[in-house]
Each structure stands twice: as structure tokens, then as C-alpha cells.
């Protein structure tokens, strides 16, 4: 299997290149801010919880996306592969996702990190705010605490990858093709 965490600030692009892996590699792309979305517009005890926490730019608890994540993966058996899209966000939830991974008998290939400066970070925010009609894409101070929350508790995680030698960071700031061949040739030495 091919088991991809990718990895970076909100902002960095992930969604962009999750796009163009699933249809090169045939993945499923699992993305735990878009489960929890998909939770508030079903309007679900679920997701209403989850939407007091993400409208203040906080993390929602681990317990919660640990359980959604184990979820698909037993939705999904016979996936060739996933691309794991801002989740793990905690070491505790690496840890879960390795237990999980485990029981399976399979593992993280390898997690690639998208590196793009905080000044751009928060100009594509701003601009996705525009359209995406999401809260905390919106308003400057809420993004701030995103990239606070993410320094805090989601940049350890790269640390965890590192001590597994499974951790392999690239310029996140060209063209989302230049981009994605940089991806592409990290998937290559797996
Ligand atoms: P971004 O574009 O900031 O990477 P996401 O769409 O991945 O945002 O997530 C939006 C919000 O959903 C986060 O700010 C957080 O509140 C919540 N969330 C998503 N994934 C997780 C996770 N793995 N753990 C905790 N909270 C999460």
C-alpha cells in the first residue's frame, strides 16, 4: 500500500495536490477537515461540537478525528492506498494512526511536508476566504490562531516522521505541476 501523510501549515496547498495523487494513484484521500465539514452540514451532535472549535481557528479533540479516520479505513479495505490530508495534526493522533495502521498490517509510506512562507500563508487564506464561504478563512485573527494551533501542536508532528526516517519536506511555493513533480519523485525513492 501506499500510505502518504501530507503535511503543512493551512494554506499550504494540500488539497490541491491531494487532487492530483488520487487521480494519478488511484487513492483515497482523507481529509479530517473535510470529514468534520461534511459532519456540520448534516447537521450532525457531531458536527455541531466540531464547529465551536474550528470557527475559533482551535483543534477539535483527538478522539474525535481518530475515531472518524478509523472509520474509513474500515469503509475501505481494499484501497490500494490513502492520502492522509490534515490528519495526523497531533503526535497523539500519529500515534493512533500507526496503532491503526498496524492492526491492518500495513503502515505510513512516508509523510511530505509543503514549505510556504506565513506571508503567503495568509494571503491565500484570505483569498480562499473569498469563495469557500469558510469561517476561519475569513477574518486575519482566527487564521492567526490556525497557524498558532499548528505551531504549537502540529509541527511536533513532523519531528515524530523524522525519528521514523519517513519525513521529506519540499518547497511548497511554485507552480502546483513543479509542485507535484517534487511530490512525485519523493514517491518514486519510497
Ligand atoms: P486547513 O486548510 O487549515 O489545513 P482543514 O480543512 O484541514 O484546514 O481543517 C479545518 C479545521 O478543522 C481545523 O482548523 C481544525 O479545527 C479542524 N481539524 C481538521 N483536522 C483536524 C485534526 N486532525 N485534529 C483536530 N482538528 C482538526
Redesign the pocket.
Known amino acids: 500500500m501506499l500510505n502518504l501523510v501530507l503535511f503543512?501549515?493551512?494554506?499550504?496547498g494540500?488539497?490541491t495536490q491531494s487532487q492530483k495523487l488520487i487521480e494519478k494513484y488511484g487513492l483515497i484521500h482523507l481529509?479530517?477537515?473535510?470529514?468534520?465539514?461534511g459532519e456540520i452540514s448534516q447537521g450532525t451532535e457531531l458536527g455541531l461540537e466540531?464547529k465551536k472549535?474550528?470557527d475559533?481557528?482551535?483543534?477539535?479533540?483527538?478522539a474525535?478525528?481518530i475515531g472518524m479516520i478509523s472509520n474509513k479505513l474500515d469503509a475501505n479495505k481494499t484501497a490500494k492506498g490513502f492520502i492522509f490530508?490534515?490528519?495526523?495534526?497531533?503526535v497523539a493522533?500519529a500515534e493512533a494512526l500507526d496503532e491503526l495502521l498496524k492492526s491492518k498490517q500495513s503502515a505510513i509510506s512516508g509523510m511530505i511536508a509543503l514549505q510556504v512562507n506565513d506571508t503567503e500563508l495568509e494571503h491565500r487564506?484570505l483569498l480562499r476566504g473569498k469563495d469557500s464561504g469558510?469561517p476561519?478563512?475569513a477574518n486575519p485573527e482566527i487564521i492567526r490562531k490556525?497557524v498558532k494551533?499548528?505551531n504549537d501542536k502540529t509541527a511536533p508532528v513532523a519531528g515524530f516522521y523524522k525519528d521514523q526516517h519517513k519525513f521529506t519536506s519540499i518547497n511548497g511555493m511554485g507552480s502546483i505541476d513543479e509542485i507535484f513533480a517534487a511530490i512525485d519523485h519523493v514517491i518514486a525513492s519510497y
Open positions: 503543512g501549515p493551512p494554506g499550504a494540500k488539497g481529509s479530517t477537515g473535510d470529514l468534520l465539514r466540531a472549535l474550528m475559533e481557528g482551535l483543534l477539535v479533540p483527538d474525535v478525528v490530508d490534515g490528519f495526523p495534526r497531533t493522533q487564506l469558510r476561519d478563512d490556525r494551533e499548528y
